[in-house]
């Protein structure tokens, strides 16, 4: 639930939370800014919401070096090579303040630049390609209404064939599925709210499901872990399988997780989704709760990745480090 500097530990997750909820915080004020430049102050905050439920977008910033916020180049190691995350800042020439309505949502939708040349699935299209219209253009109005900052983009440093950025087409063909968003009509209206803040907005798969030879999410293990998640930690199974998931916890204990970090056994979780959780934090009760009805609708996968998640009265080494 996602991503962190390439071959260095994370800091401990209360100073990462500090700083990630300092960064939140500053970005706040960017309201009033918004409103001098004719932006709507009504969906800078629905898009300052959206911005929260997809984990506060942490992979753009690259904290381990002081970079500025969302001003990208921050590392993602991946098997495939070297990842940098792109500024998504509103400055015209380095980051997206060029781009329109329409040049945003083909890019989160679709996965194309404005110039139309494919992006890797290291930045996750697959999932917020299932996103509406109308929380894809909040979550521009907000992104619009921060600080601009001049920081050009740092080219991947990818292993050949990985590198060749043509090869994109194919593998869409295979693996991607363009959205948006449709509800299930079996299942209930919060078990739909929950796919799609897990599935869509949160892309939760992107890291908590294991990935082919070809960087494609298998399927048949959606949120069962992975061994080698983002940025080659490995991530837990989060299906309601009872051995190797969370299936023992209660929903108050999944809450607990998402809302302060907290795990059942009291430890706290670390790297990726202790930044995540300094977004998730900001979610409404109900959204929570919808969270929750997804999980546990969910088919339980067995999949072990480490050590089992813990439960409420059973200790562990935390496997969500």
């Given amino acids: 639930m996602t991503h962190r500097g390439a ?3 994370p800091a401990p997750c209360h100073a990462r939370g500090r700083l990630a909820g300092l960064l939140l915080a500053l970005a706040a004020w960017a309201g009033p800014a918004a409103a001098q430049q004719g932006a709507d102050p009504a969906a800078v905050e629905r898009g300052a919401y959206v911005f929260n439920a997809a984990g506060g ?4 910033t690259d904290v381990e070096n002081q970079g500025a916020h969302l001003a990208g180049g921050r590392a993602l190691a991946t098997p495939f090579g070297t990842f940098y995350a792109p500024n998504i ?3 015209p020439a380095s980051g997206i303040g060029g781009w329109s309505d329409a040049d945003f949502i083909r890019a989160m939708r679709q996965g194309e630049a404005p110039d139309g040349s494919p992006y890797y699935p290291a930045f996750p299209y697959p999932a917020f390609t299932g ?3 109308a929380d894809l253009l909040d979550l521009k109005a907000f992104l619009f209404a921060q600080p601009a900052v001049a920081a050009p983009n740092r080219a991947h440093e990818l292993d050949a064939p990985f590198g060749w950025r043509f090869l994109m087409r194919a593998w869409r063909l295979i693996y991607f599925a363009p959205g948006p968003f ?3 009509p079996a299942r209930s209206e919060v078990v739909n709210r929950g796919a ?6 949160g892309h939760c798969g992107e890291c908590h499901t294991p990935r082919d030879a070809l960087g494609g999410l298998e399927r048949d293990l959606w949120l069962a872990g992975a061994a080698e998640g983002a940025e080659g930690e490995s991530t837990p199974n989060i299906t309601p399988d009872p051995d190797t998931g969370i299936g023992v916890w209660s929903d108050d204990a999944i809450r607990d997780v998402l809302a302060t970090g907290m795990l059942p056994d009291g430890d706290f979780v670390g790297g990726a989704m202790a930044e995540a959780v300094e977004g998730f ?7 929570l709760d919808a969270i929750v009805a997804y999980l546990r609708a969910v088919p339980p996968v067995h999949n072990r990745i480490g050590k089992a998640a813990p439960a409420e009265d059973e200790p562990d080494d935390n496997p969500w480090d």
């Fill in 7 to 9: 071959g260095q530990r």
């Fill in 131 to 133: 996103m509406t219209d």
């Fill in 196 to 201: 799609y803040l897990v599935e869509a907005l």
């Fill in 182 to 184: 449709v509800p299930d």
């Fill in 57 to 60: 977008c942490s992979c753009h």
């Fill in 89 to 91: 800042t509103p400055d």
């Fill in 281 to 287: 934090r900001h979610l409404t009760p109900a959204d």
